[in-house]
């Protein structure tokens, strides 16, 4: 929702007003009808319909990518990888329209409309003849008819507009959650802290309501239903979330220049000025009366944008002090983002071959504040936490793999993929359960330390910023996933990802995973050493 600037003769301060923020109509806010839980509940609400829907595609996709359309495992896999990569990444698209040009609501509106598309169109794709029902063996060595082909195209096409749709979604909708609670209210400030918390326990709900029901009537009942009901859930969401209109509160966009430009001009000037001595840089800080501080000392060369090249102090020429500690904000966050990739990767597995490997096992349920800290711990140490149980959960899925293989092998079912090993399902329970508690740690950290390490303008984009790393990890599992089938396959021998998988190696997969997780871990931990908290926040 467009929100025009605010003169201060426009409405009285009122004692319980909140700056920085209007109404729908464009009017000051009163702290006592708006926002806070209240709002934050409408939003909740949209993300739980979307996680839902999300995952209603995304968790079983492997199975109708070699089912239906009669796919390798491997194709699959590498396949649903680059989607959800793919929705990953375009959140840092979506984050920058909605901060430069549209405004989260107005984002959140239209990524929606187009969520329910993408949805009723891929329901449509699914009303067609499969492959595997047209006699085709394989998708990647068949030549399809036109119906077929038209299907696929269809298809793909509507799987894509979901994660374009997503790309909008996803970061306003978290960041207009946050913007409810007004953090220069200590009461509000600490349920801001809570509300990334009961946001990941939504995202949670909406996502084990997928799997418990979705999953089943996609493999047992019709995939046309097993898509269509993301679509109305979508939609349900999406009224839910108009319903709260009249309470949210709306940022208010000042006049200022936009925060991209002005952390561009920093590094556009830092490299101008390369050639700057320090005792210049020295002098224009002494200048200013900037004090020495941790902050001023880490990343130095950006400090040389206080000075113009032709030496003008000219408005415009040259950079504030709060520009340059906003570059160095965002600079800041590099080191944790590039370690938390492989972290990534392994989340990528849950999808496809944990998937998998349960598929071919018996999956009936039964024969018949200590720390002083208002969040308990920081959020760096949040996140290395679940580091740690994410690499423990790869060495877990390892040793269960090896079991599986090696039950196969005693009941002589290695060259019979069709039967079910008689391994119960539940083996496979430890390293969920790790891996959930990873999310836990992992991404309610991430989630609130992106948002809370950049610039106000710039928190759609933080929220970019650590999907991104989901995105760039699910492109990094991809290529893996194909380099490594590349060389295991040759010589006429059964790949890491056979599509049988009692001949495959996905343990040898895990443990790989396993050591690359150690080594993410070490380098995590090297970086938050020097990490300084801006706004000095350490919680």
């Given at each position: ?212 029901i979705l999953n089943y009537i996609q493999d047992n009942l019709s995939w046309v239903l097993g898509f269509a009901i993301p679509g109305i859930v979508m939609a349900a969401g999406l009224v839910v979330f108009v319903l709260g209109t009249t309470t ?292």
């Amino acid at each position: 929702m467009a929100m025009s600037n605010l003169s201060a003769a426009q409405t009285p301060l009122l004692d319980d007003t909140v700056d920085g923020c209007l109404d729908y109509k464009g009017r000051r806010v009163r702290r006592s009808n708006s926002g806070g839980w209240r709002s934050a509940s409408f939003i909740i609400a949209v993300e739980i319909a979307e996680r839902f829907s999300y995952y209603g595609i995304g968790s079983n996709l492997i199975t109708y990518l070699t089912g239906p359309l009669g796919e390798s495992t491997a194709t699959a896999a590498a396949q649903v990888n680059a989607w959800s990569g793919a929705a990953s990444l375009l959140p840092l698209l979506g984050a920058f329209i909605a901060d430069s040009f549209l405004g989260r609501y107005s984002t959140i509106i239209l990524a929606s409309l187009v969520y329910i598309l993408g949805l009723g169109l891929l329901t449509l794709s699914a009303t067609f003849p499969s492959v595997s029902t047209s006699g085709g063996q394989n998708a990647d060595n068949i030549t399809l008819n036109s119906s077929l082909r038209f299907q696929v195209i269809l298809f793909f096409f509507s799987l894509y507009l979901v994660a374009f749709a997503q790309g909008g979604h996803k970061p306003c909708v978290q960041a207009f959650g946050a913007d409810q609670f007004d953090t220069e209210d200590p009461e509000e400030c600490k349920a801001k802290s809570s509300f990334f918390n009961w946001w990941y326990f939504g995202m949670c709900g909406g996502t084990l309501t997928t799997l418990s029901i979705l999953n089943y009537i996609q493999d047992n009942l019709s995939w046309v239903l097993g898509f269509a009901i993301p679509g109305i859930v979508m939609a349900a969401g999406l009224v839910v979330f108009v319903l709260g209109t009249t309470t949210y509160r709306y940022s208010v966009k000042g006049d200022e220049e936009s925060p991209f430009v002005r952390i561009g001009r920093v590094f556009i000037l830092a490299v101008r000025n390369w050639k700057t001595s320090s005792s210049a840089i020295a002098a224009e800080e002494e200048a200013r009366g900037t004090l020495p501080s941790e902050s001023s000392k880490q990343f130095k060369f950006l400090n040389k944008a206080l000075l113009a090249p032709d030496g003008s102090k000219e408005q415009g020429k040259v950079c504030s002090i709060r520009e340059l500690e906003e570059a160095k904000a965002v600079i800041r966050l590099a080191p944790i983002w590039a370690t938390s990739l492989i972290y990534a990767v392994v989340f990528a597995q849950s999808s496809t071959f944990f998937t998998k490997q349960g598929a071919t096992m018996d999956r009936s349920i039964t024969k018949g504040a200590l720390t002083g800290k208002p969040a308990g711990i920081t959020m760096l140490q949040r996140i290395g936490t679940g580091m740690v149980l994410s690499a423990t959960s790869m060495v877990i899925a390892a040793l269960v793999e090896m079991q599986r293989l090696k039950t196969a092998q005693e009941y002589g079912l290695v060259d019979k993929p069709n039967v079910k090993v008689p391994m119960s399902v539940w083996w496979l329970v430890p390293q969920y359960v790790l891996f959930g508690l990873s999310d836990v740690f992992t991404m309610v950290g991430l989630q609130e330390f992106f948002y809370d390490q950049v610039p106000n303008e710039l928190r759609s984009v933080g929220l970019a910023l650590y999907l991104s790393i989901f995105g760039v990890g699910s492109f990094i599992s991809s290529f893996l996933i194909s380099a490594i089938e590349n060389v295991t396959s040759g010589d006429g021998r059964d790949s890491w990802f056979a599509n049988n998988l009692n001949r495959a190696h996905l343990d040898y997969f895990y443990w790989l995973l396993a050591a690359l997780s150690a080594m993410a871990l070490f380098l995590y931990l090297y970086s938050t050493k020097s990490y300084i908290y801006a706004r000095g926040r350490r919680f």
